[in-house]
Every structure is written in structure tokens, then in C-alpha cells.
């Protein structure tokens, strides 16, 4: 939802670890079973500030298999996350940068750690190296150091707080 507000259009989000924009089932009955979540929740808002009690039947369901709906976002430890019809998808996500990886690209990642580092961490990494007019700029003040060593002349590393640096950036 940030990302949108800021101005980008959703076909140029692409979201690996879901966004909580959309509400999918539990265990997801197709890979893009996904449901807008901003009038669901303030549904169940309005119900609770009119002091409603909630029950079960309170909570969203999916139209398509009946089964509660949960955020989209890795978060929930659902069983996989699912893909958004209005964002890029994996495919999409790599014809993007495959068709624009001659030009000149600067990844930034902000906070990435070791938790999930095959999401965008290395995946960062290895575009720098594979893409000669690549640069990744990384803030991280907890992991900052790159892990490979062949892109150290490409990297822009800044270690100090996200906030500080972010706020000194604009
Ligand atoms: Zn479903």
C-alpha cells in the first residue's frame, strides 16, 4: 500500500513475501486466490466500534473454497503466500530486469538480514555482479557487510540507522 501511495502502479510491485493490501485463504485454493483486504478489515472495525461481539462468521472467507481468510504475507505462516493478480509475479518480476539489465540499475535494499536472505539479499547480489551497470546500495545497521566479494566495487554500503540515513537521503 506504501509503495502505491508513493506513486508506483501495481504492475510495477512485485512482492515476494506478500503485502497485507490483500487477504488470501489459509491453505490457498489457487495461487492467486487474493482478496483486497482495506474494506474486509474496516468492516470488522465498524462492527467492534459499534460494540458488536465478534463471532466466526465475522471473519472473511473465501469466496472460491469457503476457508478463512488470512493476510498476504509471509508472516501468517501460511503454507505459501499467493500472488496477487494486480502485482508482478516471479515470471514477470524476472522479464522486468532480464529486459532492462544492460541499463543502468541501482538495487536498493534496506534491512535485509539472514532470516530470508534467498528473497532479496543474494538475489541483489547476484544481479549486481551479473549486470555490468548494476550498483546495489544496502543500509543495514546490523548486516551491512556484502557477501560477494566481487561486487565490493559496486556496492554502497551504509551501516548507520535506517531512520537517519533515510531521513539524510531526502
Ligand atoms: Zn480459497
Known sequence: MQLEKSGFTSQ??????????????????????????????????????????????????????????????????????????????????????????NKKIVFLEIGCGFRLPNIIRYPFENYVEAFENAQLIRI???YPNITNQNIADKAYIFGEDINQILKDLL
Open 140 to 142: 543495514n545497521s546490523v
Open 12 to 101: 510495477q510491485i512485485y512482492s515476494p513475501l506478500g503485502t497485507y493490501r490483500y487477504l488470501q485463504c489459509r491453505f490457498p485454493c489457487t495461487h492467486n486466490a487474493c482478496y483486497q483486504s482495506y474494506d474486509l478489515i474496516n468492516e470488522i472495525f465498524i462492527k467492534i466500534d459499534s460494540g458488536i461481539q465478534l463471532t466466526e462468521a465475522n471473519i472473511p472467507k473465501c469466496s472460491r473454497c469457503g476457508d478463512f481468510l488470512v493476510p498476504n504475507h509471509f508472516r501468517t505462516k501460511t503454507v505459501s503466500v499467493s500472488e496477487p493478480e494486480t502485482y508482478l509475479n516471479r515470471d514477470q518480476f524476472q522479464k522486468k530486469i532480464s529486459a532492462i539489465k
